[in-house]
Structures are given as structure tokens and as C-alpha cells.
């Protein structure tokens, strides 16, 4: 199986070592990850875009394309004939979508699971399902359009939710936690824009499946994935298979019980682990210090060393800890993994949560459970939606 990204694309990796071979490979990637970027762009327009030569470009270019890597087709460009580039695809084409909370993350990939085009749009605080649905349907046929394919090329549509989803009836599995979205059919409504089956999941599941078919938990069986973001989920493996439970609601720890005299949450019940690691808790904590800031900031500052932010989020890692040793004795992982922006802190929330776990004795003696950041970043939902959709669709793996 092919891990999703650009490094795998790049001729010459694995042979000559050098200066110059790293080189040509880093612009080679570079010139990958625009490609994906743009879906499809002319030779000049990615002279532009990355600042190399167009004479480098149009050598990696060469290069990329005898690799099979890439693709050439003529175009034109203001009334001019131009070398439209794209990756090169399997035939099939899947549509990985993630909704978050605040943003809108949308990939293109081929069947061979490698992804052809990427982008993100923010999202309003508390989107509605209609205009958010609809403005995924645009951003995706636009995305294929881009890269010069289109919707007949689609096999299926994988979609992620930040919500339980019922996997009986594939709606929303409990009220309160996404407001809008309720009583909506997620996937028939998105289904009937794109004319294209649809698969949905909870996000924490998806990222699950992608760190389980392409990142840190490859060839593993049973994992639990954490999600932590805006709020905490959990995504779990149980011999290969992710384990949804009865109603969809399973790994939902960010509505376990860590204050009983804690505020009541979303969901409706007191001191869920949400209401202390969520967003708004995380960031009222640091609102007489550091003014009102969004989660994104309070990120950017613990990596740029801030030491209340550190703390705010080295605590949080803390409190998620002690309830990731709970789901960890009763699910007996081989493997934690975090994911989620709060996870691509370094090594801040692995630290609370490994720690956590080291004081747990049943889970540090014989076989001490390794705690990992995901390799798929931010990405493994979206990559764990492209898998849902093409699983759904009988498509096998490569
Ligand atoms: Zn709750």
C-alpha cells in the first residue's frame, strides 16, 4: 500500500545521496505540492508560484512526468497554448470532505489513495448544514474541475462529521452537539448535490481509519485514536475494525465525566471532559492573561514558547490522559494515537497523556502502550473519508 503524500512521487529517492539530489528532490516535492495545490497549472504558472526557474521547472517537470508521476496536456492561457500539469491518476477518483467546526477541508484522491488536489475554507461559527453542504458540493466539483476531471470520474464521497453519526440510520447520533445539523439526511442531501454515493462518519472515526490504513497505527489491530481539537473524540479499533458501537456513539470521551460540579455541557450533562479541554474552556483559562484568542493562536503560541499557553496545554494533555488510561484498560490497545490541532503541538499533549498512562499500573508494566502523534496531521480525517468512501464502494486497497 501507498502512503498518501508527494514523497513517494519524487524520482530518485532511495538512490544518489548528496547535495544536489536532496536538492532536486525538495523541488521536486515542492513542485508536487503545488501541483496539488492548484489541482492543474502551467509550467509558468508554477515558475510563479514556486519561485524556481523555468528552466528547473521545466527539467523536474521531465523528470516528474517519465516518473509517471504527473501529467502534461495542452491548454490555453490567455489566448496562448500552455503545459497544463496535473498528477497523475488511477482511473476512480474519491472525494474526501471533513466539516469542522470552523472549516472545511476537501481533498481529491485516486483510487490508488494517493491525493491529487487539497484545499480548506473557514467556516462560519455555527454553520448550517444546507450552505455548508452546499458549499462542499461547489469546493469539490471546482477542486475536480480544476485538475481538468470531473464528477463521472468519481467513485464515491467520504464525509466527516464533528459529531457521532448513527451508523443505522446515518444521522446525527445525539442532540446538542452540533446545532443545525440535527434531523438533517447528511448524506442523501449531499448525495443529491453531487449525484455520487455518499459514506459519513464522526471525524475522531475517520482519523482513526486513516492513521490506520496510512499512518502511525499501519498494520496494527487494535488502536485508539484521540482526537483533540476544538472538542475531544476518540476513534477505536478492535481487531482491525473500527467500533462504532450500538448507536454510534462509541469513543465519544469527550463526554465522559471528569468534574461532577463542572458547568453542564453542549451534550446536556455536568463536567463532561469537553468542558474542561474544549476550546472555550481552553481558552477561558487565558483570557485574563492573554485577552480573548482564538484556538488557532493559543497553538501558534505554545510552539512559539508562550509559557501559559504551554500550560494550558500541557494540563489539558493531563486531564485527556487520565481518561485515555480509562478507554485504554477497557479497550487494551497496541497503540495510542493523537491527532487533532492540539496534537500537533510537538510533544506538549503526548507528554500529559503519556504520563497519564505511566500511572496507570496494569498499562506501564508488562506492556507499556506507546503514545504517538498521527504522521497524517491534520490530514487523517479527511484521508480516513477518502478510505470510508472507496471501502463503501467495494474498492480494495492497492
Ligand atoms: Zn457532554
Not at 510563479?48 to 521547472?57: E, F, M, Q, R
Not at 459529531?163 to 443545525?180: E, F, K, S
Not at 487533532?340 to 503526548?350: F, H, P, R, Y
Not at 491534520?378 to 464502494?393: N, P, T
Request: charged share 20%; hydrophobic share 45%.
Amino acid at each position: 500500500m501507498q502512503v498518501p503524500g508527494y514523497s513517494a512521487r519524487v524520482p530518485g529517492r532511495g538512490a544518489a545521496t548528496g547535495s544536489q539530489t536532496s536538492l532536486r528532490e525538495a523541488n521536486a516535492a515542492r513542485i508536487l505540492r503545488t501541483v496539488a495545490q492548484f489541482g492543474g497549472i502551467t509550467q509558468v504558472e508554477l515558475a510563479g508560484a514556486t519561485g524556481l526557474s523555468p528552466a528547473t521547472v521545466s527539467t523536474i517537470v521531465k523528470q516528474l512526468l517519465a516518473a509517471g508521476s504527473v501529467e502534461t496536456r495542452t491548454t490555453t492561457r490567455s489566448g496562448r497554448r500552455a503545459s497544463l500539469v496535473t498528477l497523475a491518476r488511477r482511473t476512480g477518483l474519491a472525494v474526501g470532505l471533513q466539516v469542522g467546526l470552523r472549516s472545511l477541508r476537501v481533498v481529491v484522491a485516486d483510487v490508488g489513495y494517493d491525493v491529487l488536489a487539497e484545499t480548506v475554507l473557514p467556516l462560519p461559527h455555527e454553520h448550517r448544514a444546507d450552505t455548508t453542504l452546499d458549499r462542499a458540493a461547489l469546493l469539490a466539483g471546482e477542486l475536480l474541475e480544476e485538475m481538468g476531471a470531473s464528477l463521472e470520474e468519481v467513485v464515491g464521497v467520504g464525509l466527516a462529521l464533528p459529531a457521532p453519526v448513527d451508523p443505522r440510520t446515518d444521522r446525527i447520533a445525539a442532540r446538542g452537539v452540533l446545532r443545525g445539523w440535527e434531523d438533517v439526511e447528511v448524506a442523501d442531501v449531499l448525495q443529491r448535490r453531487l449525484d455520487k454515493p455518499v459514506a459519513v462518519d464522526n471525524d475522531a472515526n475517520l482519523g482513526a481509519l486513516g492513521e490506520l490504513r496510512f499512518g502511525a497505527a499501519r498494520g496494527l489491530r487494535d488502536v485508539v485514536y484521540v482526537r483533540a481539537s476544538y472538542g475531544v473524540g476518540a476513534g477505536i479499533v478492535l481487531g482491525g475494525v473500527l467500533h462504532r458501537g450500538h448507536g454510534g456513539t462509541a469513543g465519544e470521551i469527550g463526554h465522559t465525566l471528569v468534574d461532577p460540579t463542572g458547568p453542564i455541557c453542549q451534550c446536556g450533562s455536568r463536567g463532561c471532559l469537553n468542558t474542561v479541554v474544549g476550546a472555550d474552556a481552553l481558552i477561558g483559562t487565558l483570557r485574563v492573561s492573554h485577552g480573548p484568542l482564538a484556538l488557532r493562536d493559543l497553538i501558534r503560541f505554545a510552539d512559539d514558547g508562550d509559557p501559559g499557553c504551554r500550560q494550558v496545554l500541557a494540563d489539558a494533555g493531563a486531564t485527556i490522559g487520565a481518561v485515555v488510561s480509562g478507554v485504554a484498560m477497557t479497550a487494551n490497545p497496541e497503540m495510542v494515537v493523537l491527532g487533532g490541532e492540539l496534537a500537533a503541538t510537538g510533544d506538549l499533549l503526548a507528554v500529559g497523556v503519556r504520563d497519564a498512562l505511566a500511572r496507570r499500573v496494569m498499562l506501564a508494566s508488562e506492556d507499556p502502550v506507546p503514545v504517538v502523534v498521527g504522521e497524517l496531521g491534520v490530514r487523517a480525517e479527511v484521508l480516513g473519508a477518502v478510505a470510508h468512501a472507496l471501502d463503501q464502494q467495494g474498492v480494495m486497497a492497492p
